[in-house]
């Protein structure tokens, strides 16, 4: 016999466990299946950065000719793997339009930073209000630039920030310094974006998923989906490998995985898996709890309780699952050179797939043309900004009520 679920959510990442945690906030049954654990995915093993400097398209302007270098030097951050798949080279294509001139890209910034803007405002509430326990740092992330090519990059971006209404504040060499005793010398300068902040990403979706079972969440674990099945305009069944669920709702939040689910009952989303690594290291002694990005290698670095996490690369393979040790050593050179860092002891490496839609927006909303079924995915590396946001904004449309911001910018 069938389980029923009034909202079924599928994945157990932070969009997913922000799905659940509003709807049982709003007295909805709410059901999450995870097919591993909670958090076992992206959420795991990023920095945990929650930024609005940031939450711009990853494509910024003149960035395709310097993709083009990186690869033929293959060292850079960026990878591609050929392969025969016209899907992907159109959603490539698509990719390098979204920054392909500056009115796009703030046009794009500004879609993405209304959502950020809403989920950080929600995060707040979470730790202030509702006395979410995990560690919350409100110390604004610094950009770190040597050379003069991304040292004028860095403060192109930082103006642009300032022209959407940002505090991006240019940091002289001393000053970056200063603030950051880990840091290498020398520096030609700094960016600090005051209102954004950091945490432990799985510790944090744990205390978020703990506080939707206090508002009565069912989340199982290790839960795998296998099939949606469709009838006219609904998802009428989904079969998972502990039986079936019917549900009055579906959502989506399967992260890369979605884009398979949402094609078995019709729905084609350019969606494109983008693995990203991981390196967790000691923390330096000098180190305070603050979060910086490295634009020479485009590396998120941030100081969690006591461990380092340094995370970055773009390699677009597929569902190709091989950790690529020449990566890991980039990553690991590259943290010599620029951070004063003990990399001897690796606590941990990890590599996961972000979910990159090609226009830089998410996935938010009901998908076309079924009336019981949402989508809310494609964050890629702003994930765990857009978090609450993202769960905030599908039970306003479950329960058709008025949504904070224009939803319709994210529609599948």
Same mark, same amino acid.
Request: proline share 6%; with cysteine; glycine share 8%.
């Given at each position: 016999?069938?389980?029923?679920?009034?909202?079924?959510?599928?994945?157990?990442?932070?969009?997913?466990?922000?799905?659940? =945690? =509003?709807?049982?906030?709003?007295?909805?049954?709410?059901?999450?299946?995870?097919?591993?654990?909670?958090?076992?995915?992206?959420?795991?093993?990023?920095?945990?950065?929650?930024?609005?400097?940031?939450?711009?398209?990853?494509?910024?302007?003149?960035?395709?000719?310097?993709?083009?270098?990186?690869?033929?030097?293959?060292?850079?951050?960026?990878?591609?793997?050929?392969?025969?798949?016209?899907?992907?080279?159109?959603?490539?294509?698509?990719?390098?339009?979204?920054?392909?001139?500056?009115?796009?890209?703030?046009?794009?910034?500004?879609?993405?930073?209304?959502?950020?803007?809403?989920?950080?405002?929600?995060?707040?509430?979470?730790?202030?209000?509702?006395?979410?326990?995990?560690?919350?740092?409100?110390?604004?992330? =610094?950009?770190?630039?040597?050379?003069?090519?991304?040292?004028?990059?860095?403060?192109?971006?930082?103006?642009?920030?300032?022209?959407?209404?940002?505090?991006?504040?240019?940091?002289?060499?001393?000053?970056?310094?200063?603030?950051?005793?880990?840091?290498?010398?020398?520096?030609?300068?700094?960016?600090?974006?005051?209102?954004?902040?950091?945490?432990?990403?799985?510790?944090?979706?744990?205390?978020?998923?703990?506080?939707?079972?206090?508002?009565?969440?069912?989340?199982?674990?290790?839960?795998?989906?296998?099939?949606?099945?469709?009838?006219?305009?609904?998802?009428?069944?989904?079969?998972?490998?502990?039986?079936?669920?019917?549900?009055?709702?579906?959502?989506?939040?399967?992260?890369?995985?979605?884009?398979?689910?949402?094609?078995?009952?019709?729905?084609?989303?350019?969606?494109?898996?983008?693995?990203?690594?991981?390196?967790?290291?000691?923390?330096?002694?000098?180190?305070?709890?603050?979060?910086?990005?490295?634009?020479?290698?485009?590396?998120?670095?941030?100081?969690?309780?006591?461990?380092?996490?340094?995370?970055?690369?773009?390699?677009?393979?597929?569902?190709?699952?091989?950790?690529?040790?020449?990566?890991?050593?980039?990553?690991?050179?590259?943290?010599?050179?620029?951070?004063?860092?003990?990399?001897?002891?690796?606590?941990?490496?990890?590599?996961?797939?972000?979910?990159?839609?090609?226009?830089?927006?998410?996935?938010?909303?009901?998908?076309?043309?079924?009336?019981?079924?949402?989508?809310?995915?494609?964050?890629?590396?702003?994930?765990?900004?857009?978090?609450?946001?993202?769960?905030?904004?599908?039970?306003?449309?479950?329960?058709?009520?008025?949504?904070?911001?224009?939803?319709?910018?994210?529609?599948?």
């Amino acid at each position: 016999m069938a389980q029923h679920a009034h909202v079924l959510v599928i994945g157990g990442g932070i969009i997913g466990v922000s799905v659940a =945690y =509003y709807a049982a906030r709003a007295g909805l049954g709410v059901t999450l299946l995870e097919r591993h654990t909670l958090a076992s995915g992206s959420s795991f093993g990023n920095t945990g950065l929650l930024t609005l400097c940031d939450s711009h398209p990853l494509a910024v302007p003149g960035s395709a000719l310097k993709g083009l270098r990186w690869l033929l030097q293959g060292r850079g951050p960026l990878y591609i793997h050929p392969r025969m798949d016209a899907r992907f080279w159109l959603w490539l294509l698509r990719f390098a339009r979204s920054g392909s001139d500056w009115a796009t890209f703030r046009r794009e910034w500004a879609h993405n930073l209304a959502l950020s803007r809403l989920s950080l405002e929600l995060y707040r509430d979470l730790v202030e209000q509702e006395g979410l326990p995990v560690a919350w740092h409100q110390a604004g992330v =610094y950009h770190v630039a040597y050379t003069p090519e991304v040292w004028e990059e860095t403060r192109r971006l930082a103006h642009e920030a300032q022209a959407v209404g940002l505090q991006a504040y240019i940091l002289p060499p001393a000053e970056v310094l200063a603030r950051l005793p880990y840091v290498r010398a020398p520096v030609l300068g700094g960016v600090f974006c005051p209102n954004d902040a950091h945490a432990d990403p799985a510790a944090l979706v744990h205390a978020l998923a703990e506080r939707a079972r206090s508002r009565g969440a069912r989340i199982l674990e290790g839960v795998e989906v296998l099939r949606l099945v469709r009838h006219g305009e609904r998802v009428r069944e989904v079969w998972t490998t502990h039986g079936v669920y019917t549900a009055t709702w579906v959502v989506l939040a399967a992260g890369v995985w979605t884009r398979e689910l949402a094609a078995q009952v019709g729905v084609s989303l350019a969606l494109e898996p983008a693995k990203g690594y991981s390196l967790t290291l000691p923390r330096p002694e000098q180190a305070p709890p603050t979060a910086l990005l490295l634009d020479e290698p485009k590396l998120a670095v941030t100081v969690l309780e006591q461990r380092l996490r340094l995370a970055g690369l773009l390699e677009l393979s597929g569902m190709d699952a091989r950790l690529r040790w020449a990566r890991v050593k980039h990553m690991l050179a590259a943290a010599a050179q620029y951070l004063r860092v003990d990399t001897q002891e690796i606590l941990g490496v990890w590599r996961g797939w972000r979910p990159c839609t090609a226009h830089g927006r998410p996935y938010i909303g009901r998908a076309p043309g079924l009336r019981n079924l949402f989508l809310a995915t494609g964050h890629c590396t702003l994930g765990m900004t857009q978090g609450p946001a993202t769960g905030r904004l599908i039970v306003d449309l479950i329960l058709e009520q008025p949504t904070a911001i224009d939803v319709s910018l994210y529609a599948p």
